[in-house]
């Protein structure tokens, strides 16, 4: 776990120190607390706290659900077309 904390953060600084956004941080957490291997704040596969990874622009989901959480188009109202 040391070793993931420093590794992590030095791809902060490296990084620029760069923060993710309040949607970022919202959508991140909301598919880790619905994720199978989440468990008493951490990821059961990292062993981070995902309240910190979180904010972290530079940290990933190591299953990858993030980026699919990210690849997913934002809902926009009024631009469906009518089913009619
Ligand atoms: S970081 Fe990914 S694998 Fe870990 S708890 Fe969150 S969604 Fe699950």
């Known amino acids: ?19 993710a956004s309040s949607a970022s941080r919202q959508t991140r ?3 880790c607390h619905g994720c199978e291997i989440f ?3 951490r990821c059961q596969s990292c062993g981070c706290f995902v309240a910190i990874k979180s904010w972290l622009a530079h940290e990933t989901c ?8 990210q690849l997913t188009p934002p809902a926009t109202e ?3 077309e ?3």
């Not at 904390?5 to 923060?19: C, D, P």
């Not at 190591?62 to 959480?69: E, M, S, T, V, Y």
């Open 1 to 19: 776990m040391i070793h993931s904390i420093v590794t992590s953060a030095t791809r902060f600084i490296v990084g620029g120190g760069r923060l």
């Open 82 to 84: 009518s089913p009619v």
């Open 39 to 41: 468990s008493a704040g």
């Open 29 to 31: 957490l909301a598919t």
């Open 78 to 80: 009024g631009t469906e």
């Open 62 to 69: 190591p299953l990858g659900k993030w980026d699919l959480q």
